[in-house]
């Protein structure tokens, strides 16, 4: 990713929440994938979800749930995983830049390969 002055790196909780707010607003476009989130309260999830991209990406103590047991049993297939990263990429491209996103970037695709990979050894990606 290259440098641009007009688009910021993700390097704040605000900047967080845009990110995690417009990357589920564009995956909900996906229909394959929507309905593995249509039982989730995302208003109710959001402060977990901004906790757990502040650890991540800023170093923030606070986040302690096991995230992939959040996912354990919400359904998910092999296609999942391809569309999920394809949308968190482009959202990141479309707003962001700088070192903080490309470890966005190179956390998510260690947390869908991790899952995916759990989720085969235990049975249950479908």
Do not use: C
Not at 21 to 34: C, P
Not at 91 to 96: C, E, M, P
Not at 109 to 115: E, G, H, L, N, R
């Amino acid at each position: 990713m290259n440098k641009q002055p007009d688009k910021p790196d993700l390097d704040n909780k605000q900047r967080i929440e845009q990110m995690i707010r417009s990357f589920y607003n564009s995956l909900f476009t996906n229909e394959s994938i929507k309905p593995v989130f249509a039982n989730t309260d995302f208003e109710k999830h959001m402060p977990h979800m901004i906790a757990f991209w502040s650890f991540v990406l800023l170093d923030e103590a606070g986040y302690t749930t096991n995230v992939f047991d959040k996912h354990l049993n919400l359904g998910i297939k092999q296609e999942h995983f391809g569309i999920w990263l394809e949308h968190f990429e482009k959202n990141l491209q479309k707003q962001f830049i700088g070192p903080k996103t490309e470890l966005a970037l190179q956390r998510a695709k260690v947390i869908a390969y991790t899952f995916e990979k759990k989720l085969e050894s235990l049975g249950k990606l479908k």
